[in-house]
């Protein structure tokens, strides 16, 4: 390795055009911790917000964005047995993703899965991290209820839909146009609802409620989503594009016995991101292993085009996964 390093840093609050290509230190390994070599590197929602001002780094986190990242490992910290040097893996990371190395504890880790290549595997840990411990291990979803999911085409979605779906639950979706309910139903959906021609709220009541709901719209589909749930139903909350607050009658809440809950995975501690990485090696990559599930790909961008990259996230035009290559 060398002592520094291509990085894309935030230069000010803004929009994607406050991104920079830069040179920073290479991190070095800490207790507990991995240096990859990254080949590609995740591009998600929360990097956007990072860069807008609205969602700062935890402490001790690198400020560079990047939550993901696929790659190397080429230094290895005190008190790691796996993975060791020269072993490819895709990781969570704290931050950092954005640059041609990057630190993560050793345990937030996974092999890549044999049946595919970096690029597919920088797309798993951020998705697959947030859908399982919010979908299974915080919602408790099980095979056959009915489970909505809004933002289908979007890489959470496109997640959650081929999860669900292969463990059994009944999955509807909703998307923004024709081709993104296309897209949603060949992955698994029983039901994509356009919602701009439709009320999710009408298509589910008339299924008999939603036993489960992801959502991360917010706003004004938090009451949309109270009425869409079956009695004795869950609602999960992950992000609000359209705001975090809202008037809500929570006699419904009462009367029909919901469950209103919700997380955010980045300041979750250490610790909890290591029992999500053994629960999504125990259960979820046998599944990739056998070519059940897999990522999405929308498309590709070289590190010095990260803007373009955000832009395209924020168009809402993708259908799955943005990744930078680094490699």
Not at 33 to 53: F, M, S
Request: charge should be neutral; include cysteine.
């Amino acid at each position: 390795m060398t002592d520094t390093m291509r990085a894309v840093e935030i230069s000010q609050p803004g929009g994607p055009e406050v991104l920079r290509l830069c040179e920073r230190p290479v991190p070095k390994a800490g207790h507990g911790q991995v240096v990859i070599r990254v080949a590609y590197a995740g591009v998600n929602r929360p990097d956007a917000l990072q860069r807008a001002g609205s969602y700062a780094p935890p402490k001790g986190a690198s400020d560079l964005p990047g939550l993901e990242a696929s790659g190397e490992v080429v230094a290895v910290g005190d008190g790691v047995d796996w993975p060791a040097v020269g072993d490819a893996v895709c990781a969570l990371l704290p931050g950092g993703g954005y640059a041609d190395y990057v630190a993560t504890p050793a345990a937030h880790c996974l092999p890549v899965p044999a049946a595919l290549g970096l690029r597919e595997a920088a797309c798993l840990p951020e998705t697959f991290f947030t859908v399982w411990s919010n979908v299974f291990m915080r919602g408790g979803l099980s095979g056959a209820e009915r489970f909505l999911v809004h933002g289908g085409s979007s890489g959470i979605g496109t997640t959650a839909i081929q999860l669900a779906s292969v463990l059994g639950a009944r999955v509807f979706t909703t998307a923004g146009s024709d081709e993104k309910c296309a897209a949603c139903r060949e992955l698994g959906a029983e039901r994509a609802i356009n919602y701009r021609d439709e009320d999710f709220v009408e298509v589910l009541r008339a299924e008999g409620g939603a036993n489960l709901i992801l959502d991360m719209v917010g706003g004004d589909y938090l009451p949309r989503n109270v009425k869409a749930l079956a009695d004795d139903g869950r609602l999960v909350q992950i992000a609000f594009l359209q705001g975090p607050k809202v008037e809500l009658n929570f006699a419904q809440v009462m009367m029909r016995r919901l469950t209103i809950t919700g997380s955010t995975l980045r300041p979750q501690s250490d610790l909890a991101k290591a029992r999500i990485a053994q629960a999504l090696k125990a259960s979820a990559w046998p599944l990739l292993e056998a070519g059940r599930v897999a990522p999405v790909m929308d498309s590709e961008f070289a590190l010095k085009d990260a803007a373009k990259a955000h832009a395209r996230m924020e168009s809402s035009g993708h259908i799955g996964k943005i990744v930078l290559k680094l490699a």
